[in-house]
């Protein structure tokens, strides 16, 4: 049903007029006509008869008159609905229990008017695939994996370089450690069972032990945080890596032990991803709040892959 003869249909019915409607429509009284008479046709029914004293609503028209201000109703709410911040912006977190999420929520307390949808895709290319097609509006990644380039129409910033800790039992020969170097895991055996082929942190990972070393195990199945931990807990031997801002919590007998790493620090490079085409205010406004924040990556102390981007675009 064509809404703007409807439209029309209803506002000849409040300006009880063929012409004062025309007026009120910034129409002619001929193209008014029109618009009723193709209605008209559609119903197969007169909505108005026509005297001296102006237009009034049949019977039918009549009845039809309460539904033709409900469809009118609908259909402005339909256009409200996709107008720029009128709906929530869509972030994908790749996972709950990770720093991202601290970094939104750091968001929503700066700017709590602002509606969020937050979602977790697993892998990069689900998560760029929803992004090109505007199931999502932005992305956290770590770009670009070796091999891998940004499809065109998609954009990407630094926002976050988070230091790596190695995590161990109360058995473990560095769990007293304050601190330990890259150099003194050479060897070690670290167990990473949700590193899978083909994930950027996977990639990260691969890098990281090639550079220093270290042995990066992902075999066994991946049953999730708590096990790992549970596992972490009661060995001599295993060590795994959790990012400094990653919120854990396990029972107090595990007596789990964060040791940091320095000289250098293995940074993980997290990156916005967007497509500049989407006009939702409230993307720009995370933007903004995000590359405020970052303070850009240092040139020395540090570690990152190679292909990770180390310079952060000027914020337009």
């Known amino acids: 049903m064509d809404v703007t003869a409807v439209r029309t249909f209803v506002a000849i019915v409040d300006a009880g007029q063929f012409q004062e409607a025309a007026t009120d429509l910034s129409i002619t009284p001929q193209a008014v006509s029109k618009r009723v008479a193709a209605l008209e046709r559609e119903l197969g029914v007169q909505l108005f008869t026509r005297d001296a004293r102006g237009a009034r609503p049949t019977i039918d028209g009549q009845a039809f008159l309460p539904h033709a201000r409900r469809l009118l109703q609908a259909a402005e709410q339909a256009v409200a609905s996709v107008q720029p911040g009128s709906r929530a912006v869509r972030v994908d977190v790749i996972g709950r229990q990770l720093s ?151 029972p107090v007998g595990n007596d789990l032990r964060r040791i940091p790493i320095k000289d250098p620090t293995p940074v993980y490079p997290h990156s916005l991803l967007w497509r500049p085409d989407n006009s939702h205010p409230s993307l720009s406004a995370l933007r903004r709040h995000l590359t405020s924040a970052y303070p850009g990556r240092p040139n020395n102390g540090i570690w990152a892959p190679k292909w990770s981007r180390p310079v952060q675009p000027e914020y337009t």
Do not use: C, K
């Open 100 to 250: 991202l999420t601290g970094l939104l929520r750091g968001f929503h307390l700066a700017h709590p008017e602002t509606e969020l949808d937050v979602v977790t895709l697993f892998d990069s290319d689900t998560a760029i695939a929803a992004l090109r097609d505007g199931t999502i509006d932005a992305t956290f990644r770590a770009v670009t994996m070796p091999g891998r380039q940004l499809p065109r129409g998609v954009e990407a910033t630094p926002v976050f370089d988070e230091p790596l800790h190695l995590f161990t039992g109360p058995g473990h020969e560095f769990a007293n450690a304050p601190a330990i170097t890259p150099a003194q895991l050479v060897g070690r055996r670290i167990w990473m069972p949700g590193n899978l082929p083909g994930t950027e942190w996977a990639a990260y990972y691969d890098e990281l032990a090639a550079t220093f070393g270290i042995i990066i195990d992902s075999v066994g199945p991946d049953f999730g945080i708590e096990p790992l931990l549970s596992t972490i807990a009661n060995s001599t031997t295993l060590g795994t890596f959790v990012s400094e801002q990653t919120p854990l919590v396990w």
